[in-house]
């Protein structure tokens, strides 16, 4: 069982940057593999990055290719987003997640575990 608790999230102008960090809890961390998945109103959930269990692979969808950044800390039990550039187009909840097994990276139905998430909005 793993608790996860996002924070960072807040008011932004366009253009700049916000940097997310979820912390989980529980011994067992490195044996999950991460993501952030975000959902803005009226809209479905969807994945924004994911992570290896050591942080070896990186996954992003393309909308934020260039602008995102997932990283995390196993020996803090940490998983990040660092987000520069942002569009008002990234105004959403941010979830953070995690997978206990295998499968598509990018599938909300893979992960086992969902933080409360965190409000971020970028204003135009």
């Known amino acids: 069982q793993v608790q996860l608790a996002e924070s960072g999230g807040g008011l932004v102008q366009a253009g700049g940057s916000l940097r997310l960090s979820c912390a989980a809890s529980g011994r067992t961390f490195s044996s999950y593999r991460m993501g952030w998945f975000r959902q803005a109103p009226g809209k479905e959930r969807e994945f924004v990055a994911g992570?290896?269990?050591?942080?070896?692979?990186?996954y992003y969808t393309d909308s934020v290719k260039g602008r995102f950044t997932i990283s995390r800390d196993n020996a803090k039990n940490t998983v990040s987003l660092e987000m520069n550039l942002l569009k008002p187009e990234d105004t959403a909840v941010y979830y953070c997640?995690?997978?206990?097994?295998?499968?598509?990276?990018?599938?909300?139905?893979?992960?086992?575990?969902w933080g409360q998430g965190t409000q971020v909005t970028v204003s135009s």
């Open positions: 997640a995690g997978a206990q097994g295998l499968g598509l990276v990018q599938a909300v139905k893979n992960y086992d575990y």
């Open positions: 992570i290896s269990r050591f942080g070896r692979t990186t």
